[in-house]
Nanobody
Framework: QVQLVESGGGLVQPGGSLRLSCTAS????????MGWYRQAPGTQRELVAD???????KYGDFVAGRFTISKDHASARGYLQMNSLKPEDTAVYYC??????????????WGQGTQVTVSS
């Protein structure tokens, strides 16, 4: 398995920006994709952005061009740049990795989450 640690959350005013970071315990070909999900109180966890090892990206519809996912392969660190933040972006943001375990399949690893609060 891969351990993931997020950082970069906090309080920001509407219209502001934050950059979340996710550090993986290793970076190798077993990590098929890394991404970000979020969960607000009383709601289901939803996809924010996903980046495959091949460079393909997927974003939640609500992102609408405001967020950018990226990864530094050398440092095993992923990032989520969030601009034009809205109060409805307030949630706990989780880093996710799809990890291939030879002979067993693909499993999800999750970070502990980082709180993002958008409020004036």
């Amino acid at each position: 398995q891969v351990q993931l640690v997020e950082s970069g959350g906090g309080l920001v005013q509407p219209g502001g920006s934050l950059r979340l970071s996710c550090t993986a315990s290793r970076s190798d070909s077993s990590i098929l994709a890394m991404g970000w999900y979020r969960q607000a109180p009383g709601t289901q966890r939803e996809l924010v952005a996903d980046l495959t090892s091949g460079g393909n990206t997927k974003y939640g519809d609500f992102v609408a061009g405001r967020f950018t996912i990226s990864k530094d392969h050398a440092s095993a660190r992923g990032y989520l740049q969030m601009n034009s933040l809205k109060p409805e972006d307030t949630a706990v943001y989780y880093c996710n990795a799809h990890v291939l375990v030879p002979g067993k399949g693909v499993f999800d690893s999750w970070g502990q989450g980082t709180q993002v609060t958008v409020s004036s």
